[in-house]
């Protein structure tokens, strides 16, 4: 990607908790050493992935587990909230590899957290955890095909974001440790098909926002003119057609020759 295309490139989020978001985030800048650059929190997402692996395999045996699980979520948010804010803050200038790495091990740590669930059920039941991966998978791969389209990287949706969803998989955490996993497979379900109609409807949303703006596009409309000058043209009558070697004329042409 060109220096100039990385700079006009912009994430946008409207989700609920975007504007406290915002200001939580100056605040914890204050508060990074100086020692801690930009590359180091965005790859400690790795450690946090390892310990979501770990936290789950033990939540098998005890269920407390998972309210260390919750707190590494959190910490893996603090950490991928600020890590391009510090790198903007100082410099850092490694905005190219920043932006690859931070959303590829976004994805790490989303199948870790994934994975981790699938240790909790039971055997017959775990492929249902890969459905929901394909399904987080497909609302990722929207918004990077939209960004490369439109240069706006949108992270949430229906007011949900990267924050929203991070709560929703505390709230998983305490609701298993304290209920346990006994309706953890019927949940499931429920959940696969409200995130496949959510996924939908979002894919039918921007298709339709993106067909607007092709017709909105001036050079799209002029050369769709030009196409259908052109089909007119081709199916438009001859009067003078040359067939094997003779001249056939119009009746105005043999009135004139008389």
């Given at each position: 990607?060109?220096?100039?295309?990385?700079r006009?490139?912009?994430?946008?989020?409207?989700?609920?908790?975007?504007?406290?978001?915002?200001?939580?985030?100056?605040?914890?800048?204050?508060?990074?050493?100086?020692?801690?650059?930009?590359?180091?929190?965005?790859?400690?997402?790795?450690?946090?992935?390892?310990?979501?692996?770990?936290?789950?395999?033990?939540?098998?045996g005890?269920?407390?587990?998972?309210?260390?699980?919750?707190?590494?979520?959190a910490?893996?948010?603090?950490?991928?909230?600020?890590?391009?804010?510090?790198?903007?803050l100082?410099?850092?200038?490694?905005?190219?590899?920043?932006?690859?790495?931070?959303?590829?091990?976004?994805?790490?740590?989303?199948?870790?957290?994934?994975?981790?669930?699938?240790?909790?059920?039971?055997?017959?039941?775990?492929?249902?955890?890969?459905?929901?991966?394909?399904?987080?998978?497909?609302?990722?791969?929207?918004?990077?095909?939209?960004?490369?389209?439109?240069?706006?990287?949108?992270?949430?949706?229906?007011?949900?974001?990267?924050?929203?969803?991070?709560?929703?998989?505390?709230?998983?955490?305490?609701?298993?440790?304290?209920?346990?996993?006994?309706?953890?497979?019927?949940?499931?379900?429920?959940?696969?098909g409200?995130?496949?109609?959510?996924?939908?409807?979002?894919?039918?949303?921007?298709?339709?926002?993106?067909?607007?703006?092709?017709?909105?596009?001036?050079?799209?409309?002029?050369?769709?003119?030009?196409?259908?000058?052109?089909?007119?043209?081709?199916?438009?009558?001859?009067?003078?057609?040359?067939?094997?070697?003779?001249?056939?004329?119009?009746?105005?042409?043999?009135?004139?020759?008389?």
């Amino acid at each position: 990607m060109l220096a100039t295309e990385s700079r006009k490139d912009r994430k946008h989020s409207d989700s609920l908790l975007a504007p406290w978001e915002r200001r939580v985030v100056g605040r914890l800048l204050r508060h990074v050493p100086a020692w801690v650059e930009s590359q180091h929190l965005t790859l400690l997402t790795l450690l946090w992935s390892a310990l979501v692996l770990s936290a789950s395999a033990l939540a098998r045996g005890d269920e407390r587990w998972l309210w260390a699980l919750s707190g590494l979520i959190a910490l893996q948010y603090v950490t991928d909230a600020i890590d391009g804010k510090v790198g903007t803050l100082r410099n850092a200038g490694l905005v190219r590899w920043g932006y690859y790495m931070d959303h590829l091990l976004d994805y790490v740590f989303l199948c870790a957290i994934l994975l981790g669930y699938t240790m909790l059920l039971p055997d017959r039941s775990q492929y249902l955890m890969a459905v929901v991966l394909a399904v987080s998978g497909g609302f990722m791969v929207s918004s990077f095909l939209a960004r490369s389209v439109t240069g706006v990287l949108t992270i949430s949706y229906l007011k949900i974001g990267p924050i929203e969803i991070r709560l929703v998989f505390i709230a998983i955490n305490v609701w298993l440790a304290t209920a346990g996993r006994a309706y953890m497979v019927g949940v499931v379900p429920y959940v696969i098909g409200a995130s496949l109609v959510t996924l939908c409807a979002l894919v039918f949303e921007t298709q339709r926002t993106l067909w607007n703006l092709d017709r909105a596009d001036p050079r799209a409309t002029e050369a769709s003119q030009h196409r259908r000058q052109a089909r007119f043209s081709s199916h438009a009558p001859r009067l003078n057609t040359h067939v094997t070697g003779f001249t056939t004329q119009s009746p105005i042409d043999n009135r004139n020759s008389v």
